[in-house]
């Protein structure tokens, strides 16, 4: 029939379109279906890496995808250049009946792609109760983090109050949240979902456990309703912790009502000339407070970055990745804090995973600063060769290493060019001297 490129070209094409008929028609002038078999596994799209499962799934063909399975036996898991099985692909597409054949065939649910998305991180983006009880049926893991952050937290921010008594009747922990996201109660309120931030206390969330950034109290002094704040002081909710205070949090927005709210139950503080509700609302939009919140950030950022390098130094590298986290929830302009935190990461990478969040951090530190340079060699002398070097090391790895995130080989090589990228990055000490590469 021709090249096995010209063969495999041919079955993407005829899957992609829902041929069936031609698709039997290639397989009789393949010499065996063991051959055809590899041909539909191995043949992909240069772009994005689906092979013709993923394709026939896209569309919901079903009776392409049960002939691809059941006759010419391809694999069930196979991954796209992110990494998303064909289960993923049906699950996005909310091709119920493809899904619950591919999960009767053996599909693996629990396959997170390289943004750490699973099957029924899907299911709660798509608000299908079919294909989350499908899946949690099948014991679909739910405190899986991604760069939405877990089902969990994705079905609060979405306001899902179904999806939410669902997917904590099945053991996720109302109070596990990711770097990447705030807590399930800051989600809460941040989507206005009193129902949600109902059933998350209920089912024993802290409402004092956070990250970084802003407690679910302090998120709730900022909103207009207050039945958010006076049910988070119900539960225990602490007025006094915090960066800055619920009580500043709520001035800072002028909101009158939650300041008079949290006026009795927080702490005087000193620095205020007038401890009242108008003094603190006042004394809150004065150059000096100002100031002094930015001089309280700038200490803060430091004790962090100083405790990073500290334990960094000591090979504490997940410690150190914890405090980078913090500083760049405090700082999340800034790209210098996701630049260091990913040289420790690439430090400590040992599996996919932690390989996968150095690849998003990296992501990240281009969008909040895409003018980094590509350094070239005719600027800067034997520095600028060797960096030049470096940053093209990083990208080929890069490449090779979305192509098969699987491949232990390629994990090791990998890590070792993130962390030589991000140690010569992190060492630019201010944009000027960066840009002065390009």
Wanted: charged content about 25%; glycine content about 6%.
């Amino acid at each position: 029939m021709g090249s096995l490129s010209e063969i495999g070209a041919s079955i993407i094409e005829a899957g992609a379109s829902g041929d069936l008929k031609q698709l039997k028609v290639i397989t009789n002038k393949v010499d065996d279906i063991g051959e055809y078999r590899k041909i539909c596994d191995e043949y992909s799209d240069f772009t994005t890496g689906r092979n013709v499962l993923h394709h026939v799934v896209e569309i919901g063909h079903f009776e392409i995808c049960k002939f691809l399975i059941k006759t010419v036996k391809v694999y069930i898991d196979s991954l796209n250049y992110k990494g998303d099985t064909p289960l993923a692909e049906a699950v996005k597409g909310e091709h119920v009946k493809i899904v619950e054949f591919l999960i009767k065939r053996g599909a693996k649910i629990s396959l997170p792609n390289i943004e750490g998305f699973t099957s029924l991180h899907y299911a709660v983006l798509k608000d299908n109760m079919e294909l989350m009880e499908l899946l949690l049926i099948k014991d679909a893991p739910v405190d899986v983090d991604s760069v939405d952050g877990t089902p969990l937290q994705i079905a609060v921010s979405r306001g899902n109050v179904q999806a939410v008594k669902y997917i904590l009747s099945h053991g996720a922990w109302p109070s596990l949240f990711c770097a990447f996201a705030d807590t399930p109660l800051v989600c809460a309120v941040k989507s206005r979902s009193f129902d949600c931030l109902e059933l998350l206390l209920a089912a024993g969330a802290e409402p004092n456990l956070f990250f970084s950034g802003i407690s679910p109290l302090g998120c709730a002094a900022k909103e207009g309703d207050t039945k958010f704040l006076k049910r988070l002081l119900k539960a225990k909710a602490d007025p006094n912790s915090d960066l800055f205070i619920p009580i500043e949090d709520a001035a800072m927005v002028h909101n009158r009502a939650a300041v008079e709210i949290l006026f009795p139950v927080t702490k005087r503080l000193a620095v205020y000339p007038n401890w009242s509700v108008d003094g603190i609302i006042e004394y809150i939009h004065s150059e000096e407070f100002k100031t002094l919140r930015e001089q309280k950030l700038t200490n803060r950022l430091t004790e962090l970055d100083f405790g990073g390098m500290r334990d960094a130094s000591n090979k504490e590298y997940t410690l150190a990745i914890l405090l980078y986290r913090m500083a760049s929830l405090l700082d999340p302009s800034n790209p210098k804090w996701i630049s260091k935190r990913s040289l420790w990461e690439a430090r400590a990478l040992n599996n996919t995973d932690t390989c996968m969040i150095a690849l998003l951090d990296a992501q990240e530190c281009i969008r909040l600063k895409p003018d980094y340079p590509v350094p070239h060699p005719d600027h800067g002398g034997d520095i600028a060769v060797a960096a030049n070097e470096l940053f093209k090391k990083f990208l080929m790895a890069g490449l090779v290493f979305s192509l098969d995130p699987y491949n232990e080989e390629i994990i090791r090589a990998f890590r070792l060019t993130l962390f030589n990228f991000f140690a010569w990055l992190s060492q630019m000490s201010s944009p000027d001297v960066i840009l002065s590469f390009s």
